[in-house]
């Protein structure tokens, strides 16, 4: 029983063509036979005379025998009479073998074994792990499709070959436990964090004023005096700086105990020509520049105020129209969902954690968002701010260039293309879109996995150079990964709605023909929590 099913004429499978110098690759579209005959088959007719059946092959790639490479495209059709020829799962695992080690220098032979040849666990397909990561990596299928359980293996060959490269994790959904096992976790998230993981926050100092547009969604006028309130509050940050010590004096009637700057009834030119010194509105206007939120509630009641003369005096309807700002304010500053930013600020920074690991010997980390609430928005944000942090921190990491870091987003429609705030202002959350154009010169690699390829902008599916094509069932979905990969084509992407859980069509820089083949299943501890329920034992 150790012989493997040996195809060649039903369709999807495989077959050689011998064309002199090269052996042609095709696979099997479609069997019929001529019209004249389709009786011919039917037993109730008596005696089958020899039918003449008639296959339709699609052409993928050829071997050039003389060179032994693969090469995408057909340079050289088959003539009539051609021999046809099954190709065994050895031969198409021979195909993958080649086109995965062509044209590579030996220190890029490195490679990640993930799957092998369908019906053929013998035959080991490997990804080199310079097309898997130099250009990032797409894991796409629908529900069940195995894309987690890819995202699995792909995580513990890493682990076990790349001890050296550095693995970031950002879990949405608190599968990956398992694959973390023995490495740091961070929590962040409401409720108690699992044993073992060590809750973090994401300070409120790392969000700009967009963000605070794109989470208070303010109307064009509260907008205006938002702004006015979160410039104010950055000042009274910037004066404990002894630096600011005579602005500090010049100003200390319009600064209130409570920590925030009081306008009414105080004069505004003055005002306004103490805070334009150059290098100080220079620092106001930065959107780095920090402000403590629990105070901007009573900041924007502060900015109610209008110009009369000289002065600032109260205004009533600027009040009016604040007052739903102000009260959604303090239900973030109270906000259990949001605590993970704005509340208990005793918890370490997570970004503080990602810095520190990175400089370390570890070779992972895990960031649990499993807990972390679904409120409007709040984890998008959260992924957003990491992704954007992520970006600002490897410029100065990759002066060092100590190692490569591999960045696993899970469930990426959730966070990527996600736009908040109305039609009025919108605010785009695109930090991992950008870090997909800018991250491989500065040693990061991304492997998103996604139900929704649809949804996916266009800048990011285009960076990337391997797609791991799992069962897509979505019409849209189906062009859409046509599209962002010439390599493509009907051939694979007419099997894709029929793929089993765990086989997928690979395509990519490594393969200019594309593949089916079966991921392997990562060991017991290292397979994500997702099983369907078996719905056997509940009957
Ligand atoms: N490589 C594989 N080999 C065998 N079975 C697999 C493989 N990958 C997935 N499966 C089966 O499919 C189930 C679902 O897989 P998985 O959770 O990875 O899908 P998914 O695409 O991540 O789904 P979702 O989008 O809902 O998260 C697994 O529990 C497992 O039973
Ligand atoms: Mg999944």
Not at 11 to 33: K, S
Not at 256 to 266: A, E, F, I, Q, W
């Amino acid at each position: 029983m150790n012989g493997s099913p040996f195809g060649g004429g039903s369709v999807g499978d495989f077959v050689v063509i011998d064309c002199d110098t090269h052996a042609v690759f095709a696979r099997v579209m479609e069997v019929r036979l001529p019209m004249t005959e389709r009786h011919d088959l039917d037993p109730s007719m008596g005696q089958i005379l020899s039918p003449h059946p008639m296959a339709k092959l699609h052409l993928l790639g050829a071997l050039d025998l003389a060179k032994n490479s693969v090469v995408g495209g057909i340079s050289k059709h088959p003539v009539l009479g051609a021999q046809v020829y099954g190709a065994s799962a050895e031969t198409v695992g021979r195909f993958a073998k080649a086109m995965a080690s062509q044209g590579k220098l030996p220190g890029d032979q490195v490679s990640l074994a993930i799957g092998h040849v369908k019906d053929a666990s013998s035959t080991p397909v490997r990804l080199s792990i310079k097309g898997l990561f130099s250009r990032h990596c797409a894991i796409l299928g629908a529900t069940g499709g195995g894309k987690s359980t890819t995202i699995a293996t792909i995580l513990h060959s890493c682990r076990e070959q790349l001890p050296r490269c550095k693995i970031l994790l950002i879990d949405a959904t608190g599968e990956f436990a398992g694959a973390a096992n023995g490495q740091t976790s961070c929590f962040l998230g409401s409720g108690n964090a699992p044993e073992g993981e060590k809750r973090v926050r994401i300070p409120s100092d790392n969000l700009r004023e967009s963000d605070y547009f794109a989470i208070l969604n303010p109307s064009p006028t509260q907008r205006i005096k938002l702004s006015e309130a979160i410039r104010s509050l950055r000042l009274v940050k910037l004066l404990e700086d002894e630096t600011y010590a005579t602005e500090k004096e010049a100003l200390k009637d319009y600064l209130s105990p409570r920590g925030t700057v009081k306008k009414r009834d105080l004069e505004r030119l003055n005002f306004f020509k103490i805070i334009s010194n150059k290098t100080f509105a220079q620092n106001l206007e930065s959107p780095d520049s920090k402000f403590d939120f629990t105070k901007l509630a009573d900041q924007v009641l502060h900015e109610c105020v209008k110009e009369a003369g000289e002065k600032w005096v109260e205004d009533q309807n600027s009040q009016g129209w604040c007052q739903p700002l102000v009260s959604k304010i303090r239900i973030f500053n109270h906000s259990d969902s949001w605590k993970p930013i704005f509340g208990d600020p005793t918890p370490p920074s997570l970004f503080q954690e990602i810095q520190t690991f990175l400089a370390s010997e570890e070779q992972m980390l895990r960031i649990n968002l499993s807990q972390l609430s679904f409120d409007v928005g709040l984890r998008e944000i959260a992924v957003n701010l990491i992704g954007r942090w992520l970006g600002d921190f490897i410029r100065d990491f990759n002066l060092t260039k100590k190692a490569p870091v591999v960045v696993f987003l899970d469930e990426a429609h959730n966070f990527l293309n996600q736009h908040l705030g109305d039609d009025d202002l919108r605010y785009k959350l695109d930090a991992f879109e950008k870090l997909a154009k800018e991250g491989r010169k500065y040693w990061l690699s991304l492997v998103l996995s996604t139900q929704q390829p649809r949804d996916i902008p266009a800048g990011i599916l285009s960076q990337m150079g391997t797609l791991i094509v799992h069962r897509l069932i979505n019409e849209a979905d189906r062009r859409v990964v046509e599209m962002a990969c010439g390599q493509i084509d009907a051939a694979a992407a007419r099997f894709v709605p029929n793929l089993a859980p765990g086989e997928a069509a690979i395509i990519g820089i490594d393969f200019p023909i594309p593949l089916t083949i079966q991921v392997d299943l990562p060991p017991d501890h290292a397979k994500p929590s997702s099983a369907s329920p078996d719905y056997g034992k509940w009957i």
